[in-house]
């Protein structure tokens, strides 16, 4: 699943290469693409120029001249490729937008478990508006990070997941934040004390920063190809915590992969 450094990088380069660009003609492929102004689905994107790209949360979006908005929610699947116009689109492509640049930009779901949406108005998109300040936003300052916790109650590894306190970070993430922090994943955050707050916020900037540095020089212009493979702890159950050395434990449920070290995140697994 795209997380915040995925996209982030993915915003950075389309932000490089995008605007000014025209879109010369659009092909919908698939039923995802959703038009929230009535006409139909790409209709209101062709002959409009790319004037910006922007990213909150997990949520990307592609502002083009005339405030017309393309808003992307890639969920577990949903990637985005820079192609030649030359290249045959996959089976999994939903959406092609032929540019002025001579490449398309298109939009690949193996699942249409994403979601496109074309608005002029992007607090329209179904829960973009919801989501509470970005990950990687400024103003969310550990003070600020710190009350709005307060409102929360649970697991904290469910809490990092969820979108309305923080926005950007899925499962795979909130596994490297964790153990940077040396928190369990099924701490109660009632329970969390003033200092692990704090250090939960700093491994949190900290590990999404990096990340973003490393997505950098990794993926470049494949805006497709999603890296994990510099990660800790997430997806490596069974091998060497590379802190102390005991083997990483792995847990499974709802279709999502928990990793953690029991020795270095120490806590007990209760449900409620």
Partial sequence: MPELPDLEVVREFLSEVLPGVTVVQVGVRRPIVRDLLGSPPGAALAGRQIVGVGRWGKFLWFDLAGGTSLVINPKLTGRLALCGADEPPSAHTALVLALSSGATLRYLDAKDMGQVYITADRSAVPGLAAQGSDALDPSLTAEVFAQRLRHYRGEIKGILTTQEFVA????????????????????????LCADEVDGL???????????????RGRVGSRTEVEVRDFLQVHGRGGEPCPRCGQAISELRARQRVTSFCRRCQPGMLVRN
């Fill in 201 to 215: 916020y700093q491994a949190m900037r900290s590990v999404l920063e990096e990340s973003v540095a490393t997505l």
């Fill in 168 to 191: 950007g970070i899925g499962s795979a993430y909130a596994d490297e934040i964790l153990f940077r922090a040396r928190l369990s994943p099924f701490c109660k955050c009632s329970h």
